[in-house]
């Protein structure tokens, strides 16, 4: 069972890797989380606010992974079928902004609506 664990850890870093080194939109998501979330932590805020904030930087993080497997699944598999795999890139692509919108979004609303 500990094994099994530490195989499946293993295999999402592995992933994680794989994805910050060929993914430069996610590179950038990565680092913006890493300044954002501490941001969060130390900001003077309920302890509310605070998921809200930590859980808008982290739902854009799986949301920018959920894409990149996208791609590389399109770019992999739909070799024959151009079309539809521009468009499944687009929906994980607009799915991403939905999901930077929303930490905007939450980011604001913290800061300059939430007095």
């Known amino acids: 069972m500990i094994k099994d664990c530490t195989d499946k850890i293993s ?3 592995s992933g994680l890797r794989h994805c910050v080194a060929g993914n430069g939109p996610l590179r950038l ?8 979330i501490p941001i969060a932590v130390v900001v003077d805020a ?8 930590i859980f808008s930087v982290v739902f854009v993080l799986v949301v920018g992974l959920l894409n990149a497997g996208a791609h590389y699944i399109v770019d ?17 692509t607009a799915a991403c902004l939905i999901a930077l ?14 007095k």
Not at 29 to 36: R, S, W
Not at 46 to 53: A, D, I
């Open 29 to 36: 998501h990565l680092l913006l989380a890493c300044l954002f």
């Open 46 to 53: 309920t302890m509310m606010q605070h998921v809200m904030l």
């Open 76 to 92: 992999r598999m739909a070799f024959d079928r151009v079309a539809m795999g521009q468009d499944i890139k687009n929906i994980g």
């Open 101 to 114: 919108l929303f930490a905007i979004f939450a980011w604001t609303s913290i800061f300059f609506l939430w």
């Open 11 to 13: 295999r999402a870093l």
